[in-house]
Structure formats: C-alpha cells, structure tokens
C-alpha cells in the first residue's frame, strides 16, 4: 500500500516552454502534496505544499507564478514548470499523506532536462 | 533555526557487522522523527518513524532507531548489515505545529562491503 506514482519519469524540453509532471496516489487519498526539489548529492528542497482544493503554499524563494501546482482532486497534484530554463533542470520528487497519516509517501521523481 | 544534522556524509560497514547511522536535530517541542533511504535511481521509501511511547522503533527492512529526548537524538541501527542495505539515508523531523512539512538532514551514504 501507499504507493505514489509520478509521470513522466524523465523529460526533456526547449527553453521558454512548459512542461507538467504529474503525481498521482495510487491505494490512499493523498489529503496534502508537497512538491519537492533535489539538487544532486544533496538533500530535498520543499517547494510547495498543497491540501486537496485549496491554493498550494509556496516556501520561501519559490516563484509561484514560474512553478503552477495543482491538487485537483485527492489523487492527483499537477506540477508545471513555465517557462523553463537551464537552471530548472533538477530532480522534481512529489510526496503525500492521508488524513491520519504522520509518514510522507514519495513517487519516484523526475528528471526534468531543460536546454 | 530549526535543524537536523546528519554528521557522517558516508558510512562503510562490512557486512554482517551492525551499522548505525546518526541523526540529531534541533526543533522545539517534542517533535515527529522519520527515517527514509533512497536507492540509486528510485524513490524515497518510509523507512520508521517515531510518534511516542517505546524509545526504540523498528522498520522496514529490519532497521530499527532509538529515540534518545536529553541528546535529541534518533539514530538508525541495524544488527547485521547486508551488501543490499547500500543506499543514501534521510533523518526527517517533523515539528508538532507544523503543516505537516519536514526538516530534512542532508543524506547519510551508506555502503555495505562484502
């Protein structure tokens, strides 16, 4: 159980255009999502944490106009990146948990490529 | 600022031999301690987590932490290491009053020798 999935695993894009990574969970209602980066050997960066039908909260630093969330309904957080550059590229890593629920699931992230 | 170190970048343990794995943290109150292990090219997993009563919780893959509250410690230990238990390990704390947002260590690369 408690399984996240997150699509696509890998993508490559242009500079200047969007791209969207979903996470889905799979066997629970992911009541809260958060969206996180991870910078090669080191640890993870939260981004933005949202809870089914309200407005994502945005860390520090984080453009929320640049980085779109969506937590449309209880299994699924859309995340896109507008307007992407080379420095967007990093390791995007989606997390949830059920009402209830102390521990974080994560999906497997994406490696988003940007040139 | 609140915080969680992870002082050992890299452990090495023979295998067979027990391995432990170090986490402190600084967060007011008495908060939640996670600990999750990412293999190469895969997903963090949930490894334990601390909520309260015993000090000493076991986990997945026969790991197991103790909760030491006068050192605000949570470390991870395993009895016999395998050549599988290879991986990067997170200690995670969670304050009480937070959105449910966790204060990461920075990573614990672990290798297991044959």
């Known amino acids: 159980g408690a399984v996240v999935s997150q699509h696509p695993s890998w993508v490559i894009c242009k500079s200047g255009t969007s791209v969207k990574i979903e996470c889905r969970s799979l066997?629970?209602?992911?009541?809260?999502m958060f969206w996180y980066r991870q910078f090669p050997k080191q640890s993870l960066m939260l981004m933005a944490t949202?809870?089914?039908?309200?407005?994502?909260?945005?860390e520090q630093g984080v453009e929320k106009d640049k980085f779109l969330i969506n937590h449309a309904s209880l299994t699924l957080s859309t995340l896109t990146v507008t307007s992407a550059h080379p420095e967007d590229s990093s390791f995007y890593i989606c997390s949830a948990r059920d009402r209830g629920q102390y521990e974080q699931y994560f999906g497997p992230g994406t490696r988003l490529t940007v040139t | 600022a609140q915080s969680v170190a992870q002082p050992e970048d890299q452990v090495n343990v023979a295998e067979g031999n027990p391995l432990t794995v170090k986490c402190t943290y600084s967060v007011s109150g008495n908060p939640y301690l996670f600990w999750y292990v990412q293999y190469p090219n895969r997903g963090l997993q949930f490894l334990l987590k601390y909520i309260t009563g015993d000090n000493l919780v076991k986990g997945s893959y026969g790991f197991e932490a103790e909760f030491n509250k006068s050192q605000t410690s949570f470390h991870l230990k395993k009895p016999s290491a395998l050549v599988s238990d290879s991986a990067l390990y997170f200690c995670?704390?969670?304050?009480?009053?937070?959105?449910?947002?966790?204060?990461w260590g920075a990573g614990t690369k672990l290798i297991i020798k044959p």
């Open positions: 066997d629970f209602q992911a009541t809260t």
């Open positions: 949202s809870n089914e039908g309200s407005k994502a909260t945005y």
């Open positions: 995670a704390v969670r304050p009480r009053d937070s959105n449910y947002q966790l204060i």
